[in-house]
């Protein structure tokens, strides 16, 4: 049973930084990428960053310069940094997993599998 638990949210001034925390157990599947969606208040959920399974992170184009993805201690952990935030940036933040590859060249995700309950993020 795959769970994803997502902490750290809350209300902030804007301008101002917060830091989300996601701690995955029971991932049957290997290797796997982690995820951190949003679903800003009034729109549909979208993809905020991704981790590939050897640690390669991408990033939404319009939030890559403010946002960033990294890895605990343990790879079952996964952080999102925000930092410079915005009413925009409210709402919904999701945590996912989901199965990834590992050729001899290069690393990839397949897409999600499984999702947090989420963290609210409050930006005014």
């Known amino acids: 049973h795959v769970q994803l638990v997502e902490s750290g949210g809350g209300s902030v001034r804007t301008g101002g930084t917060m830091v989300l925390s996601c701690v995955a157990s029971g991932i049957s599947y290997s290797p796997y990428c982690m995820y951190w969606y949003r679903r800003p208040t009034g729109k549909d959920r979208e993809v905020v960053a991704q981790m590939e399974p050897d640690g390669t992170p991408s990033y939404a184009d319009s939030l890559k310069d403010r946002f960033t993805v990294y890895r605990g201690s343990s790879s079952n952990t996964l952080y999102l940094r925000m930092n410079g935030l915005r009413p925009e940036d409210s709402g919904l933040y999701y945590c996912?997993?989901?199965?990834?590859?590992?050729?001899?060249?290069?690393?990839?995700?397949?897409?999600?599998?499984?999702w947090g309950q989420g963290t609210q993020v409050t930006v005014s």
């Open positions: 996912a997993a989901g199965r990834g590859f590992e050729l001899r060249y290069s690393t990839g995700c397949y897409g999600v599998d499984n």
